[in-house]
């Protein structure tokens, strides 16, 4: 479904991506990890354009992605960003959040789309005519799970889903995420510094280190903590909990 | 430790008054804390920060606190005048906040803050002043502590601010101090390297931590006893190290909703909260 060969990516001088590749079969779901500044998120920016400077191969469904983007890719493609508090208008109620792609895309019979939409995600209609400040962190984060839902793409991209997210509520949207996957065939990429939602939601990851992928497992090596690089298995380490002899022995990565 | 009881708070209540009416953060909260360290976990609006704040007295205007009893030694913290808070906090008992990019001065020099925090509390002479702000730098290992002195906070990261924000929280050796969400900010290695020098720290001088959180789990590797709160009630208070027997339902359920790295890719379970938490 998603297929990226020696993707590379500068911020001006600065080399961000190195020779990443990744396959991501059909309904498969592929997690991205690692700290700050690894260029996890980058990646996932690179193939919806937000990244100008890029060179490489991404093929979406056996098609090579050129410099911009059309809108038969949104179709296909969507993105859910980290933040429910920075990612939605404020200033728009959730009915008009919910409409506008619909609109832009032609789709037409918006109304019972934005109905179902949020039927979806667990909202009910009363959420409809609210605006986003009205709305809790998790309540926000379904309605940008809805807008990416509404347009039917076959590929979401998420960007930290549930990071900004109480763990009670985090539980709740990554039930929501594998629903979906399961029932209407997704496909995913996710993004996520903590390794026990990537291990809990995919099935191939990789360890993602400035710019560069360190290291691929599966989430059944990784359940088991069978993990080659050092650098690694200081992030599996580190998810453990605090323990003083463990932080011993980091090393900086810098 | 020692069972010397440094801080006792007995039924703090605390109470907002919003246009929409009294929003009670925190409901009768008590406890008692020696030099040990204590977590105070819970999930967004559970009244764990608003505990922190009204211990030392910053609670927002509109805000009100009562409690039976404030104490901190023989010192009555519910009803200080401004001039007597300055005596305590800082010197006796501090705060180390969440995001080190919002609580360090952008204007001014690392260095100068340190001096600033450390002069406010000690009659010394600058020279003396920068030379323990440099050794303060060090002990939160910061490799090139005169470099990182002449810096601005926005010329370092995430993890060196909060070093820093520890630095100048320790300068002045208080004996208590609220660490709130201290490391939330941070990368995972880094989150623990800089609890790893709290810990030292703690250890070395002998003072009591209060460590506010919403990760029980990480709490529970680092405390000595865990209080958890919902609603503005603590609802269970637990030895960290007994986590596992966590009796109420809320802390079970917080402990099961977390994804876990076993390779099981079935629904988590979610919490369904019921209304008699929320009744203490």
Redesign the interface.
């Known amino acids: 479904m998603i297929e990226i060969n020696k993707l590379n990516a500068w911020f001006d001088d600065n080399h961000v991506l190195k020779d990443v590749d990744i396959k991501v079969p059909k309904n498969g779901s592929f997690g991205l990890v690692g700290?700050?500044g690894s260029g996890k998120s980058t990646v996932l920016r690179t193939i919806t354009g937000l990244v100008d400077d890029w060179e490489g191969e991404i093929l979406v469904n056996n098609k090579e992605l050129g410099p911009t983007r059309d809108k038969t890719f949104y179709r296909l493609v969507q993105m859910v960003f980290q933040d429910p508090f920075g990612s939605l208008h404020p200033r728009h109620t959730i009915d008009r959040i919910l409409t506008e792609p619909v609109n832009i895309h032609g789709l037409g019979n918006s109304d019972a789309r934005v109905v179902q939409a949020l039927e979806q995600v667990g909202l009910d209609n009363s959420f409809r005519f609210r605006y986003p400040h009205q709305l809790s962190?998790g309540q926000r984060q379904r309605v940008a799970i809805a807008r990416a839902l509404i347009l039917e793409p076959k590929i979401l991209l998420l960007d930290e889903p549930t990071s900004a997210l109480?763990?009670?509520i985090?539980?709740?949207v990554?039930?929501l995420l594998?629903?979906f996957r399961r029932e209407l065939g997704l496909t995913y990429i996710m993004v996520s510094?903590?390794?026990?939602?990537v291990?809990?939601?995919c099935d191939d990851i990789a360890i993602m280190n400035h710019g560069r992928i360190v290291e691929r497992a599966t989430?059944?090596q990784?359940?088991?903590?069978r993990l080659e690089h050092p650098y690694s298995q200081?992030?599996y380490k580190?998810?453990g909990?605090?323990?003083?002899a463990?932080?011993?022995s980091?090393v900086d990565w810098d | 430790m020692s069972n010397e009881t440094l801080l006792s708070v007995k039924n703090l209540e605390v109470t907002f008054n919003t246009p929409k009416g009294d929003v009670h953060a925190v409901r009768g909260v008590s406890f008692n804390l020696g030099r040990e360290r204590l977590g105070i976990v819970g999930e967004s609006g559970s009244g764990k920060s608003q505990t922190g704040r009204a211990i030392l007295g910053l609670t927002a205007a509109n805000g009100k606190i009562t409690a039976d009893q404030m104490t901190f030694h023989d010192v009555d913290l519910a009803n200080l005048t401004p001039k007597q808070w300055r005596k305590v906090r800082g010197a006796r008992i501090s705060m180390i906040m969440q995001d080190p990019k919002y609580s360090l001065n952008p204007v001014m020099t690392i260095g100068d803050q340190i001096i600033e925090a450390y002069r406010e509390h000690h009659k010394v002479n600058a020279k003396e002043a920068r030379h323990r702000a440099i050794d303060m730098l060090d002990a939160v290992k910061i490799r090139d502590p005169e470099r990182v002195f002449n810096s601005y906070p926005h010329e370092v990261s995430g993890g060196m601010g909060q070093r820093v924000m520890i630095a100048m929280m320790l300068i002045p050796d208080p004996e208590l101090i609220i660490a709130d969400e201290p490391t939330s900010a941070l990368d995972v290695t880094v989150q623990l390297q800089v609890m790893a020098i709290l810990d030292d720290l703690v250890r070395d001088r002998g003072m009591a931590l209060i460590f506010i959180s919403h990760d029980l789990q990480l709490v529970s590797s680092f405390c000595d006893r865990v209080l958890v709160m919902y609603q503005g009630h603590v609802v269970e208070e637990i030895k960290a190290s007994a986590l596992h027997e966590a009796k109420h339902p809320y802390t079970k359920g917080l402990l099961n909703c977390l994804p876990k790295m076993d390779g099981d890719h079935s629904d988590l379970p979610i919490l369904e909260r019921e209304a008699s938490w929320a009744e203490g």
Not at chain 1, 193 to 197: F, P, Y
Request: avoid cysteine; proline fraction near 0%; charged fraction near 25%.
């Open positions: 700290e700050s962190g109480d763990v009670s985090q539980a709740e990554l039930n594998s629903r510094h903590d390794l026990a939602v291990a809990h939601m989430a059944s990784l359940a088991d903590g200081q992030l580190a998810a909990g605090y323990d003083r463990v932080v011993d980091f």
